[in-house]
């Protein structure tokens, strides 16, 4: 709001400070907040980065547009754009309403005296309703998060497509980058599970690869509940009571139910994210290339050729827990894969898959896959 007495262009003047001391600290307070206006900040720094700050914090913000004063309006759109809700408007009676706020409420209060408690209180049901209700008064904020979701290139792609590639040093092989739910997926000999140290699989109903290969190939009763946690107990039982392995660690285990649902033979668990106690997880581009390796090693083994193993599928490994940046994954498991298929000329490795859970992913694998086709 505006400070001190000022004039409109109609000649009105409006005493600020007196509609603040009256009408809206009395609200605030009533509602039970602590009233600030931008000029009693009483700290050192940028007076603007502050006002910033309580507009993006202040569980409410009072915006007075009486003579419809620039730096307020600046203001206002700031705090549409960085706050949902409480954003209340008032105004003196008889000012004028911009075209691009005539659908807001907007309080009006009189010139004159004497009225003001009417006016504050007025002012303090507003703040109180919504506080209550956290309904969006905000015309911006759901347009930005239309905006952020169209553009978010992190949600899952859920349509399947294929896109394939064929090596120049290896006709007949095929990179191939897949998207979609996994669920439809048919047809891939193994998956790969990228999987901690401690070779702990995740829950069944967590969001990530690790937790849906535990899911599908759990065995289950005719009403889809759980009888047997067939993957997480076999994998359980190559560790032989160790409480970690060695990053780069490959062990393989059956598929459970996803041999009957989806052809799939062998689930391959790598090694590959590390946890740090207070830190969380990580890994790196040089395990990747080992875990890539003794994948493909283990697949082009005579157990694998004798059970025709012929494709594999990688997910981004090391990209989800682990921190990995996506480009550098997508690259160093490129990088790995090409060199595993040119050096070992006999390997009976047919169709290579990458896992590209989201439009970031595809791009990454995309952009990987265009410097070697």
Known sequence: MPYGKKSGADGV?????????????????????????CDE?????SIHEDMFTLLATADVAVVDITHLNSNVFYELGARHALKPCV?????????????????????????????????????????????ASGAVDSPIVPVLERVRQAHDDTRRLDTLQRFAYALPSR?????????????????????VNSE???????????????????????RKTEDGEISEDTVAIELS????????????TV??????????THDVKRIFHAALVQGVPGEGYRTSAEMVDVCVERCLRRLDSEAGRSAGWKSIVFPMMG?????????????????????????????????????????????????????VT
């Open 13 to 37: 003047e409006t005493d600020f400070d007196d509609v603040y001391d009256t009408m809206i600290r009395p609200a605030l307070v009533g509602a039970g907040l602590h009233a600030k206006r």
């Open 41 to 45: 900040i009483e700290s050192a720094g």
């Open 87 to 131: 954003t209340v408007l008032i105004r003196a009676r008889g000012s004028a309403t911009p075209f691009n706020i005539q659908d807001l409420r907007i309080i009006e209060y009189p010139h004159e005296s004497g009225r003001s408690a009417d006016t504050s209180a007025q002012i303090q049901r507003f703040i109180e309703n919504g506080l």
């Open 171 to 191: 006709p007949g092989v095929t990179v191939e980058i897949r998207t979609g739910d996994m669920r439809m997926w048919r047809g891939v000999d193994v998956w």
């Open 196 to 218: 901690n140290t401690n070779m702990q699989m995740a829950r069944f109903y967590d969001r990530n690869l690790s937790a849906s290969i535990r899911y599908l190939g759990a």
């Open 237 to 248: 039982s190559k560790m032989k009571g160790r409480e970690s392995v060695a990053p780069g």
């Open 251 to 260: 062990f393989d285990t059956t598929s459970g139910a996803l041999f009957e």
């Open 319 to 371: 990209s989800g827990a682990g921190g990995g940046d996506v480009q550098t994954v997508a690259r160093s498991l490129v990088d790995a894969i090409v060199r595993y298929l040119t050096s070992c000329r006999d390997s009976h490795v047919e169709t290579v898959v990458l896992m590209a859970w989201n439009a970031r992913d595809l791009a990454a694998c995309q952009r990987a896959l265009s410097h």
